[in-house]
């Protein structure tokens, strides 16, 4: 039976430990900013009070600066690989992927038709790795776990989105999978699927 919404959710398993390293990149960012804040402070008057060249003073102050700024940057750029989970929906033949990061952040990877999935499998099946190979098709990992949560598998899908090919994995349940089989075109399914 076709159910015309369906949501699910792949948690990150190891929650904790993610979230740790978040926070300390987070914390290890604002120190960077700060020190962006003190150095430029306390070298300002080497600026309007210059005792030699206005040029060196300039570069005691801006390439620190600089410094501080970018790897506060990186590191806030860097957070956000950490603490995700992402959301499939599947409402009425329309399959919906976000990433979540801290169940604060939401960004849409990618939509699609589930009429548009041309081969689903198991990833750990012998087809996974032959299309893998192809290097016309772009890979999305729709999970950040290593080993699949209790009562679901990693499966893949291949599907085309605004007109790129791509190979989505998801970890997904077997009620998600039928749900979305039901809306997929007959013969899409891998021998892996029982």
Known sequence: MKENYLEETAICKNY????????MLNVFAIISFSLVLIWFVLCFNTLIYPEGHIISAIITIIIPCGIFYLIGYLLMKFKYR???DYDYAL???SVRI???IKNRRRFSL?????????K???VNSDDFIKVCSDKDIKVL???SNNDPCEGKEFYYLITISNGIKYIVVLECTK???INLLAYCNKGVKDASIK
């Open 16 to 23: 904790k430990s993610e979230n740790f390293k978040y926070n």
């Open 82 to 84: 950490f603490c995700v």
């Open 91 to 93: 409402i009425e033949g």
């Open 98 to 100: 976000s990433k979540v």
């Open 110 to 118: 990618i939509n699609f038709e589930a009429k548009n999935v041309t």
């Open 120 to 122: 689903l499998g198991l």
């Open 141 to 143: 990992f729709a999970t």
């Open 175 to 177: 009620k998600f999978l």
